[in-house]
């Protein structure tokens, strides 16, 4: 018998399940009950999202007191259709900007329809636990110096701040590097929505000095799926251009659900922010403490010394597994203790599901609308599941005073844990659209060129992309997190076996000069 959608999420609703994950209100009752009674369109007195001027525009201007910024406009297809929007608007068809690798897939679809040149900051990277570190400002200058020395033009910055695991990058120093050579910085805050509404956390990118700022409420704030805003400051932006790009990438019926979300969780905010971020606050503080004692487990603070990170977000409670990896052996049948198995033993034995699982540890998104009793099941099972492997790593040859200077792998050598490869570019991302592809499997891929994305999702930053050419190492790599049960995305085989790749012999002309 088939199982319907809505009978699934009914039963899981119902069920002891707790969301350590987004959206941000925590599956909590809200303003509303039946959202088919508010579920409208555009009829009179209701105004119209693409041309508000009533009831809408009120609401874009008090989200815009609330954030700090010029304007702000309602996007109810997530911040997917923020960034399109504001890397269209801020750039010409067929220019170059400079983007942080790191981030998501998102920044990656705009170059392709804007078919742009992407000049690539790789932010350096936390070796023993493969999170992703802070892009400096000294990085983004220097890109850009070079790029005027060649000749060209940066039209954008574009970066993610805070990333997926809360690190932060100095948006301040980094937009008077833009501005500086003539460039606006359009910054992914999508993570960082939270980050106006208490001091305690890093500044927002819009009282940084950002051009275009992005925020999704439902990540970190108490509002719907798809809910988000996109704020403009200062005049380099060009909105009416802006303007007409969100009306390309948002939906023409927008849902008034979600806008009525939104509403919800701007006037929530304006009216009792500092009680309930205090609350909140004071129940982080507390259960960060708690985790702080584990032995084996590691909770990160954004202070490790491997951790390149100008400021990190603590309400992202990051679970690093870096001790307990060295009990698994070699044998592969011996228990694996890493990332996806803790969030597995979370899932399983206490019904606690995180936002994400990677390599080496697994992230949990705690926000504004975590009651008490989700904090206290979630130091429960941590300080339980730390308990337990503190008795095994003392029985083990490890110890638990074992000095953590790298995981070995069969071979003996320091395994990178960085999920960015720096491929070499080929050609383009829309470049590689007009090229055919073929199949092949993965582990007869390396040296050719990539003619799709591959990730994992989440964070849904991309390991290769179309264009670049597949290295020795990631055939390998990708192989491990498939085996590992992670979610690669993006190949048109979903087994994840075989990988799209450029047909290089149907290249017209000498294909030595798309090098």
């Not at 487990?297 to 951790?307: P, S, T």
């Amino acid at each position: 018998m088939s199982e319907h959608l809505l009978e699934k999420l009914q039963t899981y609703s119902a069920s002891d399940a707790y969301p350590l994950h987004m959206p941000g209100h925590k599956r909590q009752a809200g303003y509303f009950g039946n959202p088919y009674g508010i579920d409208i369109t555009e009829i009179d007195g209701f105004d119209n999202l693409h041309h508000a001027q009533g009831v809408l525009l009120e609401l874009q201007q008090r989200a815009a007191r609330l954030y700090g910024a010029d304007e702000t406009y309602c996007l109810v297809n997530g911040s997917t259709s923020g960034i399109l929007a504001a890397v269209s608007a801020c750039g010409r068809r067929g220019g170059r900007i400079l983007m942080a690798r790191n981030c998501h897939k998102a920044v990656y679809h705009a170059v392709l329809l804007n078919g742009l040149h992407a000049v690539y900051l790789y932010p350096e990277a936390d070796a023993l636990r493969g999170i992703n570190g802070s892009i400096t400002p000294e990085q983004v200058r220097a890109a850009l110096r070079e790029q005027q020395a060649g000749g060209q033009s940066i039209e954008a910055v574009v970066i993610t701040s805070p990333t997926y695991d809360g690190v932060v990058s100095d948006i301040r120093r980094i937009a008077e590097a833009a501005h500086e050579y003539g460039a606006m910085l359009i910054v992914d805050e999508a993570h960082g929505a939270h980050f106006a509404m208490h001091p305690d956390f890093p500044d927002c990118a819009v009282q940084c000095g950002a051009d275009v700022v992005i925020n999704s409420l439902h990540k970190t704030m108490p509002a719907l799926t798809q809910s988000a805003l996109l704020h403009v400051c200062g005049p380099r932006a060009d909105r009416e251009r802006l303007k007409r790009y969100l009306g390309i990438y948002q939906t023409s019926s927008p849902s008034y659900v979600l806008m009525a979300g939104i509403d919800a969780c701007i006037d929530q905010m304006q009216e009792r922010k500092k009680e309930l971020f205090d609350g909140f606050l004071q129940r982080l503080k507390n259960t960060r403490e708690k985790l702080c004692g584990m032995r084996v487990l590691h909770l990160v603070d954004g202070c490790e010394a491997e951790l390149p990170a100008w400021r990190f977000d603590l309400s992202k409670l990051l679970i690093s597994t870096e001790k307990c990896e060295c009990l698994q052996g070699t044998d592969q049948n011996v228990q694996k203790y890493h990332g996806p198995w803790l969030a597995q033993m979370l899932r399983k034995r206490y019904h606690l599901e995180v936002e994400m699982e990677a390599e080496h540890y697994v992230t949990a998104i705690m926000t504004v609308c975590d009651t008490q009793e989700g904090f206290d099941r979630l130091e429960q099972a941590l300080l339980e599941i730390d308990g337990e492997l503190s008795v095994a790593m003392g029985k083990s040859d490890a110890g638990l005073n074992r000095e953590i200077t790298g995981v070995a792998d069969r071979g003996g050598s320091l395994r990178k844990k960085n999920f960015i490869f720096e491929n070499e570019t080929v050609f383009t991302i829309q470049e590689t659209e007009d090229y055919p592809s073929e199949p092949v499997f993965l582990d007869c891929s390396s040296g050719r060129i990539s003619a799709e994305f591959v990730y994992l999702y989440p964070p849904g930053i991309p390991l290769v992309v179309p264009g670049e050419r597949i290295s020795e190492e990631l055939p390998a790599k990708l192989e491990q997190y498939r085996s590992e049960g992670m979610q690669l995305q993006g190949m048109a085989d979903y087994t994840g076996e075989k990988i799209l790749v450029v047909r290089e012999e149907k290249i017209s002309g000498n294909f030595s000069e798309g090098i």
